[in-house]
């Protein structure tokens, strides 16, 4: 049945199909970045074109699908289908499984080079390792399988309202206008634990690498004690399918500077021991300790743009917390990275600010703070994270925050920063 189409010049069409056919046509509609309806009309259109009939598709449990098509068009599949003797359900899943075999999924996009992306900041307790963690999680998730992510005008949106020091947590919440289902990047990432603490290997429910063994430490020192891949654990394979690992901290980071100290070229330390690993990763995350230290020189180092590298692609992101301590940590910590890129002649990209942890119901202090974020304009504030319960708690159960709640507002968010920082 059809009905009078809307102001696009389209007829309304309600038919049946399987919801599994139902579902990977959403899929890859999204893939392809082409409304559904787009991707029915085409696929019909081949059918009627077609001079045999394609193998039957089970329709068992066919249930409701409307679309629209241009006039005409289903009246004359509808005819077609009559002719050959084929039910109007059975003919149009066939012309959306044609569709979806001449449209196949497209391949996850690989760089050339391993983007390398450090998070940063000199003041510890801002959410670092959350971000680290939620960045890399957001970048490995199924690109076969939707997900809802805050679209960037929801950021936007809330940016702007900050101006007008009137954002409160509606501006933050999952507003279904503002939120779109999209395929998950789907890339190979590497989160490297580079803090001391172990806050990042703790929360994500791995064990630290103990003191006398192997660690990224004895690499860097020039100490290895064997092959650093055998130091990469895998992190919740039903979720992330082999598309997320992560290189575990020691303890023995805290004498990391001491160490660096006697080693030459100190600031390319991280970088040597990480190379061994890029050819395996499409993305390295790098979750650093709150120092200035010679630690930190390496990271830095290490998120230059290299030779043949695209801008925007590898550098520094920045967590902070709406309010002062923050600000000061990051004059700090961009005053380094400043000095380093002059010292040693190399480019050092800021590929945003994220501000964590955010609650307007802290009054002035935080709207206020968030204003003067949005202010630096260069870099500019690429993510905007909730103060909610889901994170802490994905800390506590040991989980990741996307494996734990994939649909609460901090794993939306994540997935707009992820895609804010593609």
Same mark, same amino acid.
């Not at 100290?261 to 050819?279: F, G, Q, T």
């Not at 119901?361 to 993510?383: F, H, M």
């Given at each position: 049945?059809?009905?009078?189409? #809307?102001?696009? +010049?389209?007829?309304?069409?309600?038919?049946?199909?399987?919801?599994?056919?139902?579902?990977?046509?959403?899929?890859?509609? @999204?893939?392809?970045?082409? *409304?559904?309806? #787009?991707?029915?009309?085409?696929?019909?259109?081949?059918?009627? %074109?077609?001079?045999?009939?394609?193998?039957?598709?089970?329709?068992? &449990?066919?249930?409701?699908?409307? #679309?629209?098509?241009?006039?005409?068009?289903?009246?004359?599949? /509808?005819?077609?289908?009559?002719?050959?003797? =084929?039910?109007?359900?059975?003919?149009?899943?066939?012309?959306?499984?044609?569709?979806?075999?001449?449209? $196949?999924?497209?391949? =996850?996009? /690989?760089?050339?080079? #391993?983007?390398?992306?450090?998070?940063?900041?000199?003041? %510890?307790?801002?959410?670092?390792?959350?971000?680290?963690? !939620?960045? &890399?999680?957001?970048?490995?998730?199924? $690109?076969?399988?939707?997900?809802?992510?805050?679209?960037?005008?929801?950021?936007?949106?809330?940016?702007?309202?900050?101006?007008?020091?009137?954002?409160?947590?509606?501006?933050?919440? +999952?507003?279904?206008?503002?939120?779109?289902?999209?395929?998950? $990047?789907?890339?190979?990432?590497?989160?490297?634990?580079?803090?001391?603490?172990?806050?990042?290997?703790?929360?994500?429910?791995?064990?630290?690498?103990?003191? &006398? !063994?192997?660690?990224?430490?004895?690499?860097? @020192? %020039?100490? @290895?004690?064997?092959?650093?891949?055998?130091?990469?654990?895998?992190?919740?394979?039903?979720?992330?399918?082999?598309?997320?690992?992560?290189?575990?901290?020691?303890?023995?980071?805290?004498?990391?500077?001491?160490?660096?100290?006697?080693?030459? @070229?100190?600031?390319?330390?991280? *970088?040597?021991?990480?190379?061994?690993?890029?050819?395996?990763?499409?993305?390295?995350?790098?979750?650093?300790?709150?120092?200035?230290?010679?630690?930190?020189?390496?990271?830095?180092?290490?998120?230059?743009?290299?030779?043949?590298?695209? $801008?925007?692609?590898?550098?520094?992101?920045?967590?902070?917390?709406?309010?002062?301590?923050?600000? +000061?940590?990051?004059?700090?910590?961009?005053?380094?990275?400043?000095?380093?890129?002059?010292?040693?002649?190399?480019?050092?990209?800021?590929?945003?600010?994220?501000?964590?942890?955010?609650?307007?119901?802290?009054?002035?202090?935080?709207?206020?703070?968030?204003? %003067?974020?949005?202010?630096?304009?260069?870099? /500019?504030?690429?993510?905007?994270?909730?103060?909610?319960?889901?994170?802490?708690?994905?800390?506590?159960?040991?989980?990741?925050?996307?494996?734990?709640?994939?649909?609460?507002?901090?794993?939306?968010?994540?997935?707009?920063?992820? /895609?804010?920082?593609?």
């Amino acid at each position: 049945m059809s009905s009078p189409a #809307t102001a696009n +010049d389209r007829e309304k069409v309600v038919s049946k199909l399987p919801a599994w056919l139902r579902q990977s046509l959403k899929v890859r509609a @999204a893939q392809h970045g082409v *409304e559904i309806q #787009t991707a029915v009309e085409q696929g019909i259109r081949d059918w009627c %074109g077609l001079a045999s009939m394609p193998a039957a598709i089970d329709t068992a &449990g066919a249930d409701s699908f409307s #679309t629209f098509l241009p006039p005409g068009q289903w009246d004359e599949f /509808r005819q077609l289908a009559a002719e050959r003797r =084929v039910s109007l359900i059975q003919g149009l899943a066939q012309s959306v499984q044609l569709w979806l075999d001449t449209n $196949p999924a497209p391949d =996850v996009t /690989r760089p050339e080079i #391993t983007r390398r992306i450090i998070v940063c900041n000199q003041k %510890g307790g801002v959410g670092k390792t959350a971000i680290t963690a !939620g960045l &890399g999680e957001a970048l490995a998730e199924d $690109p076969n399988t939707l997900h809802p992510v805050r679209v960037a005008k929801a950021l936007t949106k809330a940016l702007r309202a900050s101006e007008s020091h009137n954002t409160d947590e509606a501006t933050l919440a +999952d507003n279904p206008l503002d939120i779109e289902n999209l395929p998950g $990047p789907g890339m190979q990432v590497l989160l490297v634990d580079f803090d001391p603490q172990c806050h990042l290997t703790n929360q994500l429910g791995s064990a630290p690498l103990p003191m &006398g !063994g192997d660690s990224l430490t004895n690499h860097m @020192a %020039g100490d @290895a004690k064997g092959d650093i891949r055998d130091l990469i654990v895998s992190i919740d394979d039903d979720k992330f399918a082999g598309r997320l690992h992560l290189l575990p901290a020691c303890n023995d980071a805290f004498l990391l500077d001491v160490r660096l100290s006697a080693v030459r @070229a100190r600031e390319a330390a991280l *970088e040597r021991a990480l190379a061994p690993l890029e050819a395996d990763y499409d993305v390295i995350i790098v979750d650093c300790p709150p120092s200035l230290g010679l630690s930190m020189d390496a990271a830095a180092y290490y998120s230059r743009r290299r030779e043949g590298e695209n $801008p925007g692609q590898s550098g520094a992101l920045i967590v902070v917390q709406a309010e002062d301590s923050s600000a +000061d940590a990051y004059e700090l910590l961009t005053t380094q990275i400043d000095d380093l890129r002059n010292d040693l002649q190399v480019d050092i990209e800021y590929l945003g600010i994220v501000v964590n942890l955010y609650d307007s119901r802290r009054g002035y202090i935080a709207t206020s703070s968030l204003q %003067g974020w949005v202010d630096i304009k260069d870099p /500019r504030v690429v993510g905007l994270i909730g103060d909610l319960k889901e994170q802490k708690e994905a800390v506590r159960m040991k989980q990741p925050l996307l494996s734990y709640a994939p649909k609460s507002q901090q794993a939306v968010a994540m997935r707009a920063l992820a /895609r804010e920082v593609l």
